[in-house]
């Protein structure tokens, strides 16, 4: 099979792929209002008066004894720990991340859980560190925001890439336009997750996430038009001259005169 037979299923390849990270995209979208929904009822959570017999919607500190803590770092797992009440009753714990308090845990010590709806939410060191659980709800909106970003900019120019690769057949000058598209789409999605992973090492609020990808966004979408308008008007082709073929030998030279030459039998 040729590579222009493998055209039309690369094409379609990357529709397929459009369409399932829309549809990731939307989801994700839709998850943002619950998320800032539950983090505001996190925030605004009075503390309890005594200690709850049921899950409940107050914050109620609870001392723990580290028993293990893992990192798993370099693994899939999510970082756990181990934990035990005074009355010896095990808790385990885990969370999104190592650091800063998972990292630090060492079995015997002593750490403060926050208790809400039933769930440890966050984790409290002896040196006054925090760091929020899988469960906690601090963060999941902007974790939402990004992989919205990421995944229905990268969805969307991916799909207008396919459909016009599709819809370009043997257009040389169009399947280059498409293929600019959806590259650029690949570096929309990157940036999201680049923007999403700098947000939670500097605690940044999430309308600065949405003020620098969206800068970097405005600037590969006026990259792409131009660089796809530009392809198709011809200006990316390649003007150089083809190189010549294999070199062949020189022409033989014109035959030599005779010693003599015409002038010499005539003057004889």
């Known amino acids: 099979m040729g590579a222009g037979d493998n055209k039309p299923a690369r094409n379609v390849m990357w529709l397929l792929i459009a369409l399932v990270t829309l549809a990731v995209g939307v989801g994700t979208a839709l998850e943002i209002r619950g998320a800032l929904a539950r983090e505001r009822e996190f925030r605004a959570a009075p503390a309890c008066t005594s200690v709850p017999v049921q899950a409940s919607g107050c914050l109620w500190k609870q001392k723990f004894t580290v ?120 570096g929309m999605g990157g940036a999201a997750i680049l923007t999403l992973w700098a947000q939670g090492a500097n605690s940044w609020p999430m309308w600065a996430m949405l003020a620098i990808w969206g800068s970097v966004a405005l600037l590969l979408c006026v990259s792409m038009l131009a660089f796809a308008i530009g392809a198709v008007r011809g200006d990316l082709d390649d003007e150089t001259p083809s190189s010549p073929g294999p070199s062949s030998p020189p022409p033989p030279p014109p035959p030599a005169l005779p010693s003599g030459g015409p002038g010499a039998r005539a003057t004889g």
């Open 67 to 186: 028993r293990t803590a893992v990192t798993h770092r370099g693994e899939r797992a999510s970082p756990e720990a181990h934990l035990e009440l005074p009355s010896g009753k095990p808790w385990r714990v885990t969370f999104r991340k190592a650091d800063p308090v998972v990292s630090e845990m060492k079995p015997d010590d002593k750490v403060v859980g926050l208790i809400w709806h039933g769930q440890v939410v966050e984790v409290r060191d002896a040196d006054g560190r925090r760091q929020q659980t899988s469960e906690g709800p601090v963060g999941w909106p902007e974790d939402r925001l990004g992989g919205a970003l990421a995944c229905l900019s990268f969805g969307l120019t991916a799909l207008v890439g396919a459909a016009c690769g599709l819809f370009a057949r043997d257009n040389r000058r169009r399947a280059t336009a498409a293929r600019i598209v959806r590259w650029h789409g690949v």
